[in-house]
């Protein structure tokens, strides 16, 4: 069965800091892999998605996301936050047929 | 802009009424997930479909919850009778089915049972 692991349920950076957001997956073959942010009251939007090729993969809002097989993990990074940032972060997996089964999300604060 | 509509977006009903919620799905698209997000439980997948058939239902709970697709374009999710713990952001995703695609999200359904 496939898994996800957000070790970090709340984390608070500084507007201007870099951001790192931990995630570990358990899968049986190469995983789909995606970022999901969703801000208070709103729907999910996809941040970044790794299929296959390089391991590096660039999103939107100045994300990128790192996967490392031997580790298992697709860490979410970003150089500097801003404070439009501040939102919940669901890491997620897909198997076949795209079922995706989501982290329990790590909520970012930003303060000035 | 292709999307996945949901409707309503959100619903105020009392404790042992019917609830319908709809999806119509992203043109083309031939597989549909219903998710439930609650702060306990975060994001629970219930059921999905493929081809309009469903393929797992086991997250739902059976006694109350029913989701069908009665044709290609809309996917229903029912809740008969509500209860106050069935309180929570419904999402519907649809997706194409094949290699290296990703499934997309509505906006999701916000139902409160008093």
């Known amino acids: 069965a496939q898994s996800v692991t957000q070790p970090d349920i709340h984390i608070t950076v500084s507007e201007g800091a870099s951001l790192e957001l931990r995630c570990n997956y358990s899968?049986?073959?190469?995983?789909?892999l995606f970022w999901y942010v969703q801000s208070p009251g709103q729907g999910l939007q996809l941040l970044l998605k790794?299929?296959?090729?390089?391991?590096l993969v660039q999103g939107i809002k100045g994300f990128e996301a790192e996967f490392k097989r031997s580790q298992s993990s697709f860490n979410l990074r970003k150089p500097s936050v801003h404070w439009s940032d501040a939102a919940e972060y669901f890491c997620a997996v897909a198997g076949g047929y795209q079922k995706v089964t989501f982290g329990t999300g790590t909520k970012l604060q930003v303060i000035p | 802009d292709a999307r996945v509509t949901q409707t309503p977006r959100h619903k105020v009903t009392e404790m042992g009424q019917e609830v319908t919620m709809r999806c119509q799905p992203i043109l083309g698209h031939n597989t549909v997930f219903w998710y439930r997000q609650t702060m306990m439980q975060g994001l629970e997948l219930l059921a999905y479909f493929r081809n309009r058939a469903p393929l797992d239902d086991s997250g739902m709970p059976k006694d109350r919850f029913s989701a069908e697709m009665p044709d290609a374009t809309l996917a229903t999710l029912k809740i008969q009778p509500s209860e106050p713990r069935d309180s929570a952001v419904y999402f519907c995703a649809s997706g194409p089915g094949t290699p290296n695609t990703e499934a997309f999200f509505g906006q999701g359904t916000r139902l409160t049972v008093v």
């Open positions: 790794y299929f296959s090729g390089d391991t």
């Open positions: 899968y049986g073959a190469t995983p789909y």
